[in-house]
């Protein structure tokens, strides 16, 4: 169940999702919010095929399998195989190393394959336009009312008020690096730009690594005026695609997946670099000398949503999916194991029981300010939020990503 996918993200896979990102090219996105703050993720002239579709009002019987599209680590035995013996369904995972391959294995559906798909909000609006989502009774899910009340019905997942999914868990891109190589922890992302790093550093292989760029440049360069390193004018583009340009003879990985970036630093040959938190657990626990802070600049990162296929071939599973991992102990589980912030307001206290004080160090208890350092993860789309078409696409994004980065 568990065999990890390594395949690294590729240029075709940008070609097969033109159609689903065609649909946002011209249309105003979403934007992260406090999570006191909900907003619509209803976007102008665009409407939702699936939006009509009937929703489960009754779980019933399960089908004795569901087979999940997850990120690396979301699917781990501590909680799998409690579900499995609980409820008799089988899980069968694929782990994707990009949001847009979670894109591309949802298209038509799921195609009548997979029920679910862990997405992060840089897919999930192209996943419910494109039609491949089902409208999802959140009424059947009773652990949803507990949620933090940004993750209720936040704009990546909720659009006029319908939910094609339930929330998951949220948490950063971090700046990781080998206490080998680093006594002192670094302070900046000014690591993963420094010639003295060269040939050292470790960066993740996707074209929304971009805004990672524009959020330090945010940071370094105010006279550029970028505001939302997703939402870049074209010299704010280009300026971020140019510290790119001259990142790139410095970097000795440009990483997909987890495991092959786990063992570049377990055998040395990177010290630093941009990372995920099932890296920093993984190596942890391996007793690899391994650090991970937020710099000043802040950081990148998702708020996952565990969404519903529109052809689920396993509905009562995948429902009965939804109801267990939303409940706060199962959250918290997955919190501690892969070091990310759960959407349980009550998950805190279980955290805690796990390893003492995790829900602190993971900001599970004071959510709002942690929230304000994480530009979480959404589509580029043309029209800015502003409602000027004044934004780079990302269309555009993958292709320089692909041309003049790589």
């Keep these: 169940m568990h065999n990890l996918i390594t395949t690294r993200w590729r240029a075709a896979a940008a070609v097969a999702l033109a159609g689903a990102l065609a649909l946002l090219a011209g249309c105003g996105g979403s934007s992260s919010s406090a999570p006191s703050t909900p907003a ?47 409820t008799g369904c089988m899980i069968h995972g694929t782990y994707p190393n990009t949001s847009d391959e979670f894109v591309t294995l949802m298209k038509n559906g799921g195609g009548g394959q997979w029920d679910m798909a862990s997405s992060s909000g840089d ?32 704009p990546f997942n909720t659009v006029n008020g319908v939910h094609y999914g339930v929330s998951l868990q949220w948490g950063p891109n971090v700046l990781m690096y080998s206490k080998k190589a680093f006594p002192t922890p670094p302070t900046s992302w000014s690591v993963v730009y420094s010639k003295q790093n060269q040939g050292h550093i470790s960066i993740y292989n996707g074209p929304i690594y971009i805004a990672d760029a524009a959020l330090y440049l945010k940071y370094h360069d105010p ?5 939302d390193p ?11 695609v140019n510290l790119l340009k001259g990142q790139h003879p410095l970097v000795k990985q440009y990483w ?13 040959d990177v010290t630093v670099g941009t990372s995920w938190p099932y890296q920093v657990s ?74 003492k004080g995790s829900c602190a160090q993971y900001h599970a208890n004071a959510p709002s300010a942690y929230f304000k350092t994480i530009a979480l993860w959404k589509t580029p789309v043309a029209t800015c939020d502003n409602g000027k078409p004044d934004c780079v696409p990302y269309v555009d994004w993958v292709a320089a990503w692909n041309t003049q980065i790589l």
């Design 123 to 154: 897919a999930d609006l192209r996943i419910i336009y494109a039609g491949d989502a089902h409208p999802v009774n959140i009424n059947l899910i009773p652990s949803w009312n507990q949620f933090f009340p940004a993750f209720k019905s936040p």
């Design 223 to 227: 006279s550029l005026g970028i505001t």
């Design 282 to 355: 993984t190596l942890t626990a391996q007793h690899f000398p391994i650090g991970a802070v937020i710099p000043k600049e802040g950081a990148t990162g998702w708020a996952d949503t565990w969404m519903l296929a529109a052809k689920a071939p396993h509905p009562n599973c995948a429902y009965m999916w939804m109801r267990y991992i939303s409940t706060p102990k199962v959250q918290a589980e997955q919190a501690v194991s892969y070091g990310e912030t759960p959407d349980n307001m009550l998950a805190c206290g279980y955290m805690n029981q796990i390893a």
């Design 256 to 268: 997909s997946s987890a495991s092959a970036q786990i063992s570049a630093y377990a055998n040395g």
């Design 230 to 240: 997703y939402e870049l004018t074209q010299p704010q583009f280009q300026a971020a």
């Design 40 to 86: 619509t993720g209803a976007t102008a002239g665009l409407t939702v095929p699936t939006a009509n579709l009937p929703v489960l009002q009754k779980i019933g019987k399960g089908e004795g399998q569901l087979n999940l599209i997850a990120w690396a680590g979301y699917l781990q035995p501590e909680w799998v195989k409690p579900f499995e013996q609980q």
